[in-house]
């Protein structure tokens, strides 16, 4: 654990009170540590998050863990926890013993154009650039370096985190995070040929972000042509992910990293893309959708339909093929054989 | 659309003579808002790009269209223009009534080493650093954040946007524009494997790009070895695109978002590569070549072919061997079935 | 050649003499420019790294070579040399004539909290931001607007390039290189479902890099959930690169650009993972296993395992698979032909 700042130790009662949960064994124990089961050392808390990991417990040297009730495990103290991973993360947290996030106030190096507005209590680090125009809602947090352009809309709770990048007009509701170098509302990818050249088109639409949002670090949003591009509520998309002008996110979705999605296309609610999809243009991807690890989307995906491969095809039918194609080269030989049998002609060159 | 400022509205007659265009219908109607067929309202301007968008069109509540002439739309009021999306292009702005760009000059906390020429009228944010003996022309406009590392040389009219990181060296051409968070210039990966040890290898190259290249954001063009990784004129580069060092990408290519190039690698003029593909190191791409999404190209690639697959093969084989792929499973069967049919040996295990 | 500052000429001896190499033919003739083989014109020096390149060397119109003793060449002056890249990378230096790194002290523009405690001769450049608590060897170079966030701690001459960005808690061993606009712990993408709402789970551990590894630019790194992501000493990591959180990379690993490794996986020492590669969460990689370009890894890799395709499967394996790939639409028309032979049934419909 990093960042320990200045740890203090409590006992396992304390501990377990902070979490009210059920002490078994020894309450007075002291304990420094919080860590994971295959880290922990003697002395250590940790925790187990489901059964399907007593292997890696009893291999675990911690000496008190936090549980769920009902689990029985012998020779260690336990807290038994309703919810053993939101317990071991508070109990992380009072032991990391770091101070409380309060306002810091504006930075007097940042640049906040004088017609801006800032909402209460903001804190705003050296070097944040925040655009004519802007309305930054209440408790924002804009760390060093990142630029907000002019024109833009931060809800109330919103972060930024350093060296992110907000393009003029990009809206963000109430909570969102936007991870470091991260760029919303940089142009749209589009050209016309004329004579010879790619002319660009003017990308004149915003960028548009719900409520709730979480942007990992160096993912592209563009601003849309003439409409909005936008993301739903509640969804959260990972680091260095592409999201093309117009594309419409539904709420709560999943976009893990690198993933791809170009333009004009639209996702449902409840939608999870793997990690390195690609989504063609156009086409929409219905809602409660899961698209497996490096699939390439090529058509509308229906609402509900687990997919894989590139193209991509329904996790089912993409299974057979993959079963198949491990047999390809024996099937291969089998053909000439029958053939042989058969006495048909073989072609000369061989694989 | 967003960053509307101050919007105010047009009568349509207004509007068409902006664009040099004939009304057809009430040219004394008032425009406020201007949105794509599919977001229109009662009361809006918006355009047809293409006939294949009437079905749209029918269905949109937009109640002025930009359409090209001669085409014939009954119940709207029509601006007929020769290029109705560069005159909807116009009129978006007009409505928007944002303020020109005039030069900003140099931001009091920008940070231009002395050594540095920066042309006529330059627009420099806040927080922007330009290294020693840079060369800067014309009218550029380097936001808030920018680096511009010792030594590089802009053109007339370049544009760099927040947070955009040039390494020492990098020579830009007139109106380049590169978007935020994208970096030119960083060292190529190379590295000599020595006593159990990766050794760095100097890179000392430049990045040279050409006139009215357009970089997105979260790119990465890295500098050359001992010669400069080159960008051809007129060439538009996508967001998180890799370009690996002494590649050397030719004139009017446009390559889409998550594709990457690797090193000593080229491409002719006019190439097209889509998003996500992969290209091997010391390989050429003919012109107008056209390089399908996802593909992962492992050898030169003849000018004017269409590609797909990884590995890339031309577009026809590949759809060949899709279409096949879909089918395998059922040859499986068959052949399972043949070779019943004849007595052969068939092997116990199934997948 | 770019940045050359303020170059000069030298003698084919002075030259030889530096990097302690045997003169063939005109010593004293002038040299101005270092360039490759196929960049060099009359006048010119270069080098031949390989034997394999001395069709590009005759093709060449370099005056002057740095070979290898033994490599016999007529007709042009030759620097023999033990080493003749590494001899090439001195002599390209000498001819740039770029005056050496100086430390160049803490610009009164930087943001170093007080707190901070910053090594022997440091460079910290403009808007340069280093948060509380934060501990820098000496001879650190921290360009214009890197930003390191509190309670990191930051080896012996360690560089971080413009508008990089370390979180809370990072630690960097000696001598590593972060390129620019990469971001080293942001938080993991750790969230649970929770009445229908990606709940977001604190993301409390760190990133722990070793000695001398270099990280190019736009990589993401993410901070652990409760334990560390590590990265072992010597490894190197390209540009776009994805390590989620609890990640654990073995030592002198090549991780090569845009591929991405998932949650909780980990590397041995020395493996080499192409681009585009994308792996998947708890899984392990073994020592001087190779993933060639575009796999998907899907499972455990033995060390020593080269590996290639989506899902991934050994080299020799995906290479017998890719061969019959192509023969796949034959194959198919084969068992046609034969079912017909043998008066089985065909379906009615043509793929």
């Known amino acids: 654990m990093t960042g320990e700042g200045n740890p203090v130790s409590f006992t396992v009662r304390q501990l377990a009170d902070l979490v009210q949960g059920q002490v078994v064994g020894d309450g007075e124990r002291l304990v420094l540590h919080a860590r994971t089961l295959a880290e922990a050392r003697e002395g250590d808390i940790s925790f187990l998050e489901h059964d399907k ?3 890696q417990l009893l291999a675990s040297q911690a000496s ?12 260690r103290t336990l807290i038994q926890a309703k919810d053993p991973l939101a317990a071991f993360v508070a109990i992380v947290k009072k032991l990391q013993n770091k101070p409380e996030l309060t306002p810091m106030g504006i930075d007097p190096r940042a640049a906040v154009h004088p017609s801006a507005q800032v909402g209460a209590d903001p804190s705003i680090g050296p070097f944040a650039a925040i655009g004519e125009h802007c309305i930054v809602g209440a408790r924002c947090r804009i760390h060093p370096g990142a630029v907000i352009g002019p024109n833009c809309k931060l809800g109330d709770d919103v972060v930024i985190y350093p060296n ?3 393009y003029e007009g990009v809206v963000l509701g109430d909570r969102v995070i936007v991870h470091a170098n991260t760029v919303l509302g940089a142009d749209g990818f589009g050209y016309r040929f004329r004579n ?11 960028v548009e972000v719900g409520n709730d949002v979480e942007i990992g670090s160096c993912t592209t949003i563009d601003r849309g042509a003439f409409q909005a591009t936008r993301i739903g509520e509640g969804t ?7 999201i093309a002008h117009n594309c419409n996110i539904g709420k709560h979705n999943l976009l893990i990293s690198q993933m791809g999605i170009a333009g004009s296309s639209s996702t449902g609610d409840y939608v999870v893309i793997a990690g390195q999809v690609g989504i063609t243009d156009h086409v929409h991807i219905g809602e409660k959708a899961v698209i497996g690890a490096k699939a390439g989307v090529t058509k509308d995906i229906p609402a509900g339909q687990r997919t894989l491969g590139a193209p991509a095809t329904p996790e089912r039918d993409q299974k057979r093929i993959l079963i198949s194609l491990e047999k390809l ?5 089998d053909i000439r054989k029958i053939k042989q049998q058969l006495g048909m002609d073989i072609e000369k060159e061989e694989g």
Chains 1, 2, 3 share one sequence.
Not at 64 to 75: A, L, R
């Open 236 to 242: 959260k998309i990972d680091n260095l992910v592409q």
């Open 53 to 55: 990991y007593l292997p």
């Open 64 to 75: 008190v863990i936090v549980v769920s009730p009902n689990i029985p495990i012998e020779g």
């Open 196 to 206: 010879g050249k790619h002319v660009k088109v003017a990308q004149l639409g915003a």
């Open 164 to 166: 992110a990048v907000l």
């Open 329 to 333: 080269p024996e099937m291969r030989k």
